[in-house]
T-cell receptor, first 116, second 108 residues
C-alpha cells in the first residue's frame, strides 16, 4: 500500500523560480492537507481541501497556491520561490471531511525544499 | 492560552524507565485526539488515538481528561527506539491542531 506519495523528495530552487509539489493518496480519503515544518515551529497548515472540489487557506497560505485535481491528488505550487519558503513540506490525507470525525491523518514522507 | 500546548522537553530518560507527557487544549468542544510520533527528518506517524475511557497499546497508555482539557501519554519500560518527538493532535469540527511536540531521548 502506497498510502500518501509525495514528489519530489528533494528540490533546490533559485529565488523567483516556480515549482509544483505533487501529492497523491490511494486510500479514497476525502480531505487532503499541505503543511510546512520548520525548526522550532512545529507543523503549520498552508492549505487544505476538505473534499474534492474545495480548497481553503490554512495558517500560512501566502506565497502558495493549491489545486485539488481530483479525489486522489492535491498539488502545492510556489509561483515565485523565496528563501523564507525553505522548509520541509508534508502532505496528509484523512477519511473525514474537515475536522469532523475521529479519523487520523496519514502523512507522506515529505519534500525537502531549499530556496537559494 | 494556546490552542494546543506541549512541554517541548527534551525529556532525557534512562532505558527501562516510565515517562509521561501531557498536552493541554483550549477548545472545550474538541472532539477527537491523537498522539503521533515523529522521528528526526521523517514524517509524523500515528501512534494511537485517545479515547474517552482511556486506551492502552502495549507499553503505551493514552488518557483524556475533558474536565481539565488535557490528554496524556504514558510510556512504560522505555526502549532506546522510543527516542523521538511526540506530537499531540486535537480535532474540532473544522480544525485539526498539532502541538509543537515533546522531544524524548532514551538514554542507554
Amino acid at each position: 500500500n502506497a498510502g500518501v506519495t509525495q514528489t519530489p523528495k528533494f528540490q533546490v530552487l533559485k529565488t523567483g523560480q516556480s515549482m509544483t509539489l505533487q501529492c497523491a493518496q490511494d486510500m479514497n480519503h476525502n480531505s487532503m492537507y499541505w503543511y510546512r515544518q520548520d525548526p522550532g515551529m512545529g507543523l503549520r497548515l498552508i492549505y487544505y481541501s476538505a473534499s474534492e472540489g474545495t480548497t481553503d487557506k490554512g495558517e500560512v497560505p501566502n506565497g502558495y497556491n493549491v489545486s485539488r485535481l481530483n479525489k486522489r491528488e492535491f498539488s502545492l505550487r510556489l509561483e515565485s520561490a523565496a528563501p523564507s519558503q525553505t522548509s520541509v513540506y508534508f502532505c496528509a490525507s484523512r477519511r473525514g471531511t474537515g475536522g469532523i470525525g475521529n479519523q487520523p491523518q496519514h502523512f507522506g514522507d515529505g519534500t525537502r525544499l531549499s530556496i537559494l | 492560552r494556546k490552542e494546543v500546548e506541549q512541554d517541548p522537553g527534551p525529556f532525557n530518560v534512562p532505558e527501562g524507565a516510565t515517562v509521561a507527557f501531557n498536552c493541554t487544549y483550549s477548545n472545550s468542544a474538541s472532539q477527537s485526539f491523537f498522539w503521533y510520533r515523529q522521528d528526526c527528518r521523517k514524517e509524523p506517524k500515528l501512534l494511537m488515538s485517545v479515547y474517552s475511557s482511556g486506551n492502552e497499546d502495549g507499553r503505551f497508555t493514552a488518557q483524556l481528561n475533558r474536565a481539565s482539557q488535557y490528554i496524556s501519554l504514558l510510556i512504560r519500560d522505555s526502549k532506546l527506539s522510543d527516542s523521538a518527538t511526540y506530537l499531540c493532535v486535537v480535532n474540532s469540527n473544522d480544525k485539526i491542531i498539532f502541538g509543537k511536540g515533546t522531544r524524548l531521548h532514551i538514554l542507554p
